[in-house]
């Protein structure tokens, strides 16, 4: 194939299109072409992460690819971009399996994305591992081929609880936005909330994304000790910003959603002020990991800017799959192993080493341990978010 069609593929595969041109005869004659999918926002308000989770695992596949190609495999990243929107991801997830040189799909962010997206890969019988999605719904439908490496909102959401009990909070306002994600994690923070006795003032939903005025009226008057958002920081840190600008003088506290440097860019010294910004994650900043050190000096070296949120996940999320299909080939005497093959291989890893921890996973594909964390927001310069405080780390079974 001409190198100018090479690129054209490589091409419509960000922009999340393929052409019967990029079809894996088109790139090997013995059929020994193999393709590893992402789906992530590459584009929008959530881009800042969905681009460094497709980076992470680029990254993964230049380091830990050479295995595959001594058995005579070439093997290719396809970046496809959901825009963090379900049509989107669904739309992407049909065109993957269309292309039967994918054999696993690392991804997505978003949860309300990747449910929907992986009843496609579950039909098609495709493994798909997540560097990022908490839903319990991601795992507990069962299903054989979808796996996750981080932890879930009913354990996230009474970790944030927890948290805010033992650290004075007697009152809370809890506010969220209407996704899976977000309305999800907001019910288990409330719920453990109330059986911690603290009172919560309001539980409200909105896809508001630029004045909260009306939302906050009652926030206001109820002052509560803390504000709770369960969803993404290009809302929460709006509505936090907008709290501060009225008055509001008690604690935030969010999510892994809000886990993005975009929430100094947005909210800057706001999040500082008054009893100060906290957020749960089952992602910490990439320097909390033993084994991260290198990754970090890598990334930096090859896209001049430190790891976002999620990037080290979407780099053991890639680690993994390039492990599984390896195993599955062995097994096959250096065969092109099937996708029913490397989801077997997938759900049969143990004791992984990644490097933000070591992974075996359980009978649904969640990890057997997971790890949860509680960060302070300590800057309001984008550039330091990574530098935030490592408050509370838990390793925390999934639950039974």
């Known amino acids: 194939m001409p190198k100018q069609m090479f690129s054209l593929c490589s091409l419509l ?9 990029c079809a894996p005869s088109a790139f090997a004659a013995d ?12 584009s929008g308000d959530q881009s800042v992460v969905g681009v460094d989770i497709k980076r992470g695992a680029e990254m993964a596949l230049e380091q830990f690819g050479k295995p595959l190609a001594d ?13 963090a929107n379900p049509d989107t991801g669904v739309a992407n997830a049909k065109r993957i399996v269309s292309d039967p040189s994918i054999l696993a799909v ?18 098609s019988g495709l493994a798909n591992v997540s560097p990022a999605n908490t839903n319990p719904k991601v795992t507990t439908r069962g299903y054989a081929e979808i796996n996750r490496i981080v932890g879930r909102d009913d354990v996230q959401g009474l970790v944030g609880a927890d948290f805010a009990g033992s650290h004075g909070v007697k009152s809370v306002f809890v506010v969220h936005d209407k996704t899976a994600y977000g309305q999800g994690i907001a019910e288990f923070f409330k719920k453990r909330a109330e059986e911690k006795g603290l009172k919560v003032l309001g539980f409200e939903g909105t896809e508001e994304k630029a004045n909260f005025d009306a939302l906050l009226s009652p926030v206001i008057a109820g002052n509560p000790d803390l504000v709770y958002f369960g969803g993404m920081t290009f809302q929460a840190a709006v509505l936090f910003r907008q709290a501060r600008e009225r008055g509001y003088q008690g604690m935030f506290m969010s999510d892994d959603g809000f886990d993005s440097s975009d929430a100094t860019k947005i909210a800057g010294q706001t999040l500082l002020d008054g009893a100060g910004t906290y957020y749960s994650t089952v992602s910490g900043p990439a320097s909390v990991y033993p084994g991260t050190a290198k990754f970090i000096q890598d990334f930096k ?16 999320s890639m680690a993994i799959c390039l492990k599984a299909i390896e195993n599955a080939a062995k097994a096959k005497k250096d065969g092109v192993p099937s996708r029913a093959e490397v989801a077997q ?5 143990k004791d992984f080493p990644g490097i933000t921890g070591t ?8 990890p057997t341990v997971a790890q949860y964390f509680v960060i ?8 330091k978010w990574s530098a935030n405080s490592v408050v509370e780390t838990l390793n925390i079974a999934p639950p039974k």
């Open 376 to 383: 302070k927001v300590n800057s309001p310069d984008p550039a």
């Open 71 to 83: 058995m005579g495999f070439k093997v290719e990243l396809a970046p496809f971009d959901d825009q």
């Open 13 to 21: 595969a960000v922009a999340g299109m393929t052409l019967a041109l």
């Open 359 to 366: 992974f075996s996973f359980n009978a649904i594909g969640d």
């Open 345 to 349: 291989a997938i759900r049969a890893i």
């Open 31 to 42: 059929g020994k072409s193999i393709k590893i999918a992402t789906q992530s926002p590459l």
């Open 106 to 123: 690392v991804g997505h962010y978003n949860s309300g994305v990747q449910i929907p997206s992986s009843e496609v890969y579950h039909t």
């Open 301 to 316: 070296a090859k896209y001049n800017a430190d790891p976002q949120p999620f990037a080290a996940q979407g780099f053991d």
